[in-house]
C-alpha cells in the first residue's frame, strides 16, 4: 500500500514555532512535543510517512540526532511506528496513556473544541422521536432527500429569516461537513482551487484537501471581510467553490454585515462562483439575529447554504442540511449514490421536535453562553493580561492574540498537564497563525478558572523567557 508522505517543508510549516531556544528542556524533547501536537489535531495524517531523519534534520536545522531522538521518544508513546527502509508512519496509541498532571481535576481537559453537552431538550427530543418511529416503519427508511416534514420546518426557518424557501430547497445531510465534502464531490477535480477565508473552519480545510483540491486563502482584515481581496482570488485563481462563514466566523467570532453580504452576493452572480455558506453558528447570537441569508441578497447568485444541528443543538444529533435551488439538489442527490443512502430517521425525527420547539430552550442557551463568555473574559483578564481579543457577540470562542509567536509551544506545555489547546495554525493554511488561541467557553466557570490556573504557570515560565530572548537581541 502506498502511504501518503509529509513533505519535509511542508511539515516545517506546519511545526511553526516550536522552538524554545532559552528553555531548559531538551530540543528533542521540545520537537517531539510539537510533532505530537500535530498527530494530536489532526494536521498530520493518520499512516503518512514523515521525512527521513536526514532529510528532517536538515530541513529543521538540527543534528539528525535531535530528530532521531524526537522520533525515538514518540514510538515509545505510540504515536509513530518505525521500519528499517521504509521510514517513520504516524499512528495513534492504542489506549493514549493518561498524562501525569499536578491537578487531577484537569487531566485530559480540552480546550480546543467549541460545542456544549446536551441539554435536556435533546432526551425529550429523543423521546419524542421514539414514540413518532411506528407510522415509519412500514416504509424501507431510505430517504437520500430527508423526511420530507423535517425539510418543511428547515425551509420554513429559511423563509422567516427572509429567504424564502420550499421544502423542494433542502436536503438533509449528516452533518454540515458531510454536506460540504457531497458539494466539493460533486462541483470540483483534483487540482482545482476553494478559496476560503485565512483563518477558517480546519475541518473545511480538512474537507477541501480530501477532495483533491487546493485551498486559497484570503486573509480576514482587523474588521469584517476583504471583498476586494476576494474579487482578486476569483479573478486570479478562478476557483470552483468558495467556502465563507459569515454567521460568527469560526475561529474569529465576526459576524457580516448587510453591506457586506449584498456586496459578496454581488460578486458570486457577476463572477458565477459558486459559494458554499456555513450557517453552523446561526443560532448562537447574544444581543441580536444577524442579518439575512447571504443568498437572500441576490437570486442569481450561485448560493448553496450549509446548517447544522451540532452547535444549536448538540453535536451527537450529527444531522445538517443543504438549502441550494432544485436543480442543484438533484444533482447532489444523485452524486450522494457513492457516499451513503440518506441520514438516519431517528435523528431526523429528533431533530423535526428540537425545531418545532426551540424558542423554548433556545433563549436560555444563548443567554448561558453570553454569561459564560463573560466569565472567560474575566478570567482571562485575571490569570493573561497579556492576552488581546474581540468580545464576540455570538459564536462559543475567542480569538486570543498572544504576545508573540509561542502558540504552538504554549500547546505543547499545556499537553504536558493534560489540557489540550487550540492553536491558530489549525486554522491557517500552511501553519500561519502561531501568534493565536482559539478559546471556547464552554466550560463551566469552575473547570475553567482550574484550567487557567493550572495554565497560568506555563504561561509566565514561557512569556518570561520571550521577554528574555527579546532583550537579548536588543542588547
Known sequence: MSLRRSGSQSLVSLLGHWQESTSRTPLWRQLAGALRLLILDGRLALDSRLPGERELATALNVSRT?????????????????????????ILPA????????????????LSTAALSAGPEIHQAYSHALSSMPQHLTSTGYDQQGLPALREAIARRYTARGLRTSADEIMVVNGAVSGLALILRLLTGPGDRVVVENPTYPLAIAA?????????????????????????????TSPRLAYLMPDFHNPTGRCM??????RIADLAANTRTTLAIDETMVDLWYNAPPPPPLAAFNPDAPIITLGSTGKSFWGGLRL???????????SLVQAR??????????????TLWLLNNAESFLPGRRSMLAARRDMCSALMSEYFPQWRYIQPDGGLSFWVEL??????????RAESVGIHLGTGTRFGLA????????????????????????????????NGQQNTLRTRKII
Open 337 to 350: 449514490d457513492t457516499m451513503d443512502l440518506g441520514s438516519p430517521l431517528l435523528e431526523q425525527l429528533a
Open 66 to 90: 535531535t530528530v532521531a531522538s524526537a522520533l525515538a521518544q514518540l514510538r515509545d508513546e505510540g504515536y509513530v511506528v518505525s521500519r528499517h527502509g521504509s521510514g517513520s508512519r504516524v
Open 208 to 236: 477541501i484537501q480530501g477532495a483533491s483540491c487546493r485551498p486559497v486563502g484570503v486573509s480576514l482584515p482587523d474588521e469584517g471581510w476583504d471583498v476586494n481581496g476576494l474579487a482578486a482570488a476569483f479573478a486570479q
Open 320 to 330: 445538517g442540511w443543504i438549502r441550494a435551488s432544485t436543480r442543484t439538489l438533484a
Open 95 to 110: 489506549q493514549r496513556a493518561q498524562v501525569p498532571t499536578r491537578m487531577n481535576a484537569v487531566q485530559a481537559l480540552d
Open 403 to 412: 504576545p508573540d509567536m509561542v502558540a504552538t509551544q504554549f500547546a505543547a
Open 257 to 262: 454585515d448587510t453591506p457586506t453580504r449584498q
Open 431 to 462: 501553519g500561519a497563525f502561531d501568534r493565536w488561541l482559539r478559546l471556547p467557553f464552554t466550560l463551566d466557570d469552575e473547570a475553567l478558572r482550574v484550567a487557567f490556573k493550572t495554565l497560568q504557570p506555563l504561561w509566565n515560565s514561557l
